[in-house]
């Protein structure tokens, strides 16, 4: 019960850092351009961090499900082309989805970022379709230019125009999708696959000061109440966490981190050992250490749903 109540206040959190549910901006025009803004951390000073919550997969699918559907999306739409959905990634809030205590670390590891696909199109007129063959992607674009399944004469022209306008639109912090819709969407059933590598966690004391983990040996060199100093194992061939915990089970914000994905050269992967000084604003509990692999993950899927066009009584809303 009472992780199970964690997990709600969990996702409202999410909720609120991402944006309003549903919310859809629409431009019918294709030459307007879109705004761009970077992702903002907001620090609450009196607070101590975020719950420490360790969730199972079908947790962290509903918490991926909820996240998603509740970040604003921007339509760009004409009637003689289709139509364009752009949603940012929002990688500096989407860790806390997977209840991972780092919000660097789709920042420092982009490959596990999930990867999202048009699954389902709806209409305001009841009818659906299934999405493959009818949207493109930045990716599709320089690969091979798209796989549509409309090989029609009258198509041809709105699967260039389109194909032009998504690599046009493409960020690197943002979803985008090109739809080749023929009548008004009603909204926009997405499917996600996310990649979880196996991890393993690990608690050091000033009374355990040698901690032996599967990459090696760390070393409590010196602790405080606020600060710490340890040695540990370098290996690029995995990513590594060292963070404070405070007596109250919160995760303090000051976090480091080792073997990032920037830091392979050339496919090779480096190893030796660093030396971390971590100075903490608030006292801390506990000294965690939380090391992924990266050549071994599972994965978890989810589903969540864009409103681009709402029905109420039988009007449409946009």
């Known amino acids: 019960m009472y992780k199970a109540l964690l997990v709600n206040l969990l996702l409202v959190l999410v909720l609120c850092v991402s944006c309003k549910d549903d919310e ?6 294709w030459t307007n351009g879109l705004e761009q803004s970077d992702e903002v951390l907001v620090v609450d000073e009196d607070d101590v961090g975020w719950k420490l919550l360790e969730l199972n997969p079908m947790e962290k699918e509903q918490a991926l499900s909820v996240f998603y559907a ?18 940012k990634k929002r990688r500096m809030e989407l860790h806390q989805a ?10 420092d590891n982009p490959e596990w970022l999930p990867i999202i696909e048009p699954s389902k199109i709806n209409y305001v007129d009841g009818t659906s379709e299934d999405a493959v063959g009818y949207y493109i992607t930045p990716n599709l674009v320089k ?10 004469e009258e198509d041809r022209d709105k699967i260039l125009k389109l194909e032009q306008k ?5 960020e690197d912090d943002m979803n985008v999708f090109g739809l080749l819709v023929h009548k008004p969407v009603r909204s926009i059933i997405y499917n996600g696959t996310v990649a979880v590598p196996s991890s393993y966690t690990y608690l050091i004391s000033s009374k355990e000061p040698l901690l032996v983990t599967n990459i090696g040996e760390v070393k409590l060199l010196e602790r405080e109440d606020t600060e710490i100093a340890l040695e540990l194992p370098y290996n690029s061939g995995y990513y590594v966490l060292v963070y404070g915990v405070s007596e109250d089970n919160k995760v303090i914000r ?7 994905t920037r830091l ?9 050992r660093d030396k971390v000084f971590i100075a903490y604003s608030y006292p801390v509990e506990k000294i965690m250490i939380k090391v992924y692999k990266r050549k071994k993950s599972s994965s978890i899927s989810f589903t969540f749903e864009h409103i681009v066009e709402k029905i109420d009584g039988g009007n449409r809303k946009k």
């Open 98 to 107: 997977l209840g991972i205590p780092d919000a660097r670390y789709f920042f």
């Open 70 to 87: 509740g970040i604003e999306t921007e339509i760009q739409s004409d009637s003689l082309y289709g139509m364009v959905t752009k949603f």
């Open 264 to 272: 392979v050269h050339n496919g090779v992967h480096q190893e030796g």
């Open 24 to 29: 859809v901006r629409t431009d019918d025009n």
């Open 254 to 260: 000051e976090v480091s981190r080792t073997g990032d």
């Open 143 to 152: 690969i091979k230019g798209g796989k549509w399944k409309s090989d029609l």
């Open 166 to 170: 998504v690599g046009e639109l493409q």
